[in-house]
């Protein structure tokens, strides 16, 4: 499994401001993941995020709304700028433990975000 | 496209009265179904992986098979802690995770 911790736990924000959501792994994967899970919503990938190289961002998702950063195998930011109450969601960070064919995607405890 | 459609949207269980929830899906080459369970306000915790048709796999009161079209939870004399959202994802090219809207189940005591 994976132990993966994310700061802040939850934020209440003013529309145009932006929030950089931390996420922390117990050891070293080379794929990370951002997720948003809206109100009663299930989960939509934003982006994959590989150390040392630019986020890859899915359709609907642009890097000038959401840049990712991945510093090194153990760490990722992912930043909502310019806010709007339509950004409020749970934003959450998934790592790829898996070797080979062998697949298990394991997820952090989530960002509880709401835009005022 | 990548399509996950689970249902029911939500089941009412009473403790011990076992049930199945459906996960129906369409890929272009499925690397793997994923199910996870979440609880309000947490991430989702990871519950399996199947990779082909005929798969099953078993975990306290819960096993997961596999079709070529959809995968079953089954979950077997439910308890009150079962209660929670499931969810079912699916896998094709890349490392990306499809997820269906998910199944609210509440068991009653």
């Known amino acids: 499994s994976a132990v993966i911790s994310q700061k802040p736990s939850r934020d209440i924000c003013q529309r145009g401001t932006s929030l950089t959501i931390q996420c922390q792994v117990d050891?070293?994967?080379?794929?990370m993941f951002w997720y948003r899970q809206q109100p009663g919503q299930s989960l939509t990938l934003i982006a994959t995020?590989?150390?040392?190289?630019?986020?890859?961002?899915e359709s609907g998702f642009v890097i000038d709304k959401f840049p990712i950063s991945r510093p090194n195998l153990t760490f990722s930011t992912l930043t909502v700028s310019n806010m709007s109450p339509e950004d409020s969601s749970i934003y959450l960070c998934s790592v790829d433990r898996g070797q080979g064919s062998y697949n298990e995607q394991f997820f952090g405890p989530g960002t509880r975000l709401t835009v005022l | 496209e990548d399509q996950v459609t689970q249902s029911p949207e939500a089941l009412r269980l009473q403790e011990g009265e076992s049930s199945s929830l459906n996960c129906s899906y369409t890929?272009?080459?499925?690397?793997?179904l994923f199910w996870y369970r979440q609880d309000p306000g947490k991430g989702p915790e990871f519950l399996f992986t199947?990779?082909?048709a005929g798969e099953e796999k078993e975990k306290e009161r819960l096993k997961a098979t596999l079709t070529k079209k959809e995968s079953f939870l089954h979950i077997t004399a439910p308890k009150p802690e079962d209660s929670a959202t499931y969810l079912c994802a699916v896998q094709a090219g890349g490392n990306k995770l499809v997820f269906g809207a998910g199944t609210i189940l509440r068991v009653k005591s």
């Open positions: 890929v272009s080459g499925l690397r793997g």
């Open positions: 995020a590989n150390q040392g190289s630019e986020a890859t961002y």
């Open positions: 050891s070293q994967v080379t794929m």
């Open positions: 199947l990779y082909s």
